[in-house]
């Protein structure tokens, strides 16, 4: 295969990945780019192989280990996607991060060790190994710092996207202490003198020194994220992964990981800034942490106050005799596998000639699109989902808002100086005529903040697993 070909088909993946990121931009036409995606990555995955064999002189033993790669790598990617629910996305976007980040941390470290096996430098005559190129070391540096930080940070944003670790730093609230900015920043800098060191002098001990700083930094930088911030630490990570897979590119002369890894590197970091912006937070904001309040303290405070409370059959009664209709859907409704119910009892309303629409918030559930995901799933219209800044003008003239396990996303404590989440745009379900919430219990959301909108005279509750009362909501309507 000659290297004209290669050049060729890497740039037609890349063209592929191009439309698969167009393609994802919007419901209507993801299925095209997720076509788009696996089409590029089959191309590049082959051609890859393809040279991998030829480099090797077409021996038998190079071509079983890259079947057995493939063998391995696309077995267990098939496994976790079939086996995988929908409420455990956002971990195991999480899990495909670090393996990415972990990934270019070995690269780094076989091309540190053996330059001349990736065509870094050629050995002389006398089998003799040439010192790397500066600007080589200086690749290997960033792929691997970024690889590392990546995967530790990732690992760290599983824990707390899974929930169900007793182990502090896997938990949602934010680990903060004394000290901790400026503990962050020595470390960045003494990884980034021990780079520089490893360029200059191309010292292992430097070398792996730095990745340990790395690995560590990793961590510090997401234990004081707290769990409202996780949609923008997902989408941060996946530009993270991103960069490091386009540093070891350049560390390999490979085109492909150059384009592959500044696509997912520059359309992470925009999605970043997406998700703050609909948070109205910086990003540094973000990356220093501490976002919310008490939650022992929150819990406290619901005690002494009472709430409206009501069952299916009323809400049932509500909505029949409403005539438009906003629902809500939040993280409980993805942890509740709900999301088919709530079709069932749209299609249902609809049929009374009850207008019904969807709101979706940007930060809403645990990742960027995790609503968008979980209705899309569930074969709703898409012409019946908005968006926040799409939908919001509307709740004040809607008969009927149905929140379902969202809390954060509709707080109105955004619009309150002092609240952590002040200047946060929201869902402005408050404005509905009336308002349904149907949540497990009273518990705080992400944030860890107290929620004035279940408290209001308007609002009703109803207590329970959003799956079963939105079918038995469904029932009493028949």
Same mark, same amino acid.
């Given at each position: 295969m000659s290297m004209n070909l290669v050049v060729l088909l890497y740039l037609v993946a890349s063209v592929c990945f191009i439309q698969a990121l167009k393609g994802l931009s919007h419901p209507t036409t993801s299925i095209r780019g997720n076509v788009f995606g696996m089409t590029g990555m089959a191309i590049a995955i082959l051609t890859t192989a393809a040279l991998i064999v030829e480099l090797s002189g077409g021996g038998a033993q190079g071509m079983v280990w890259v079947?057995?790669?493939?063998?391995?790598?696309?077995?267990?990617?098939?496994?976790?996607?079939?086996?995988?629910?929908?409420?455990?996305?956002?971990?195991?976007?999480?899990?495909?991060?670090?393996?990415?980040?972990?990934? %270019?941390?070995? =690269? #780094?470290? $076989?091309?540190?060790?053996?330059?001349? /096996? @990736?065509?870094?430098?050629?050995?002389?005559?006398?089998?003799?190994v040439p010192p790397i190129p500066v600007g080589n070391k200086v690749e290997l540096f960033l792929g691997a710092a970024i690889g590392a930080i990546t995967f530790s940070g990732s690992v760290?944003?599983?824990?707390?996207?899974?929930?169900?670790?007793?182990?502090?730093?896997?938990?949602?609230?934010?680990?903060?202490?004394?000290?901790?900015?400026?503990?962050?920043?020595?470390?960045?800098?003494?990884?980034? %003198?021990?780079? =520089? #060191?490893? $360029?200059?002098?191309?010292?292992?001990? /430097? @070398?792996?020194?730095?990745?340990?700083?790395?690995?560590?930094?990793?961590?510090?930088?997401?234990?004081?994220i707290g769990g409202a911030d996780m949609p923008v630490v997902v989408s941060m990570l996946n530009s993270y992964s991103g960069w490091a897979a386009a540093g070891i590119g350049f560390s390999l002369n490979n085109p492909m990981l150059i384009i592959a890894g500044s696509l997912v590197g520059s359309s992470g970091a925009i999605l970043s800034y997406i998700m703050c912006k609909a948070m109205n937070r910086s990003f540094i904001n973000v990356i220093l942490g501490g976002f919310g309040a008490d939650p022992a303290a929150a819990q406290g405070a619901q005690q002494q106050r009472t709430v409206k409370s009501g069952s299916a059959d009323d809400a049932a009664f509500i909505l029949s005799n409403a005539e438009s209709v906003i629902i809500v859907p939040g993280y409980g409704l993805a942890v509740a596998r709900a999301q088919h119910a709530v079709k069932e009892l749209a299609q249902k309303l609809t049929e009374k000639g009850i207008s019904v629409k969807y709101a979706i918030h940007p930060v809403a559930g645990r990742m960027p699109g995790h609503m968008n995901v979980l209705l899309a799933e569930a074969e709703v219209p898409y012409d019946q989902v908005f968006e926040m800044e799409d939908i919001n003008p509307e709740f004040g003239q809607t008969d009927v808002a149905i929140i379902l396990g969202a809390n954060d996303v509709v707080n109105p404590a955004a619009l309150q100086k002092g609240s952590p989440i002040y200047g946060m745009p929201i869902l402005e379900a408050y404005k509905a005529r009336t308002v349904i919430v149907n949540k497990r219990s009273m518990a705080t959301g992400y944030a860890g903040l107290d929620n004035e909108l279940f408290y209001m005279d308007k609002t009703m509750m109803v207590f329970g697993d959003a799956k079963k009362v939105v079918e038995d909501i469904v029932k009493a309507i028949e």
């Open positions: 079947l057995l790669g493939l063998l391995v790598g696309g077995t267990a990617g098939a496994i976790m996607a079939k086996r995988v629910e929908m409420t455990k996305m956002p971990e195991l976007v999480a899990f495909m991060h670090s393996m990415v980040g972990l990934a %270019a941390v070995f =690269i #780094a470290i $076989a091309a540190a060790h053996e330059p001349y /096996a @990736f065509g870094i430098v050629q050995r002389g005559a006398d089998g003799a760290i944003a599983f824990g707390k996207l899974s929930g169900k670790y007793k182990f502090r730093l896997f938990q949602g609230a934010p680990v903060v202490f004394p000290g901790q900015h400026l503990l962050n920043l020595a470390l960045g800098l003494a990884t980034l %003198a021990l780079g =520089i #060191a490893y $360029a200059v002098t191309e010292s292992h001990a /430097a @070398f792996y020194l730095m990745l340990a700083l790395s690995f560590v930094l990793g961590v510090l930088i997401i234990i004081p």
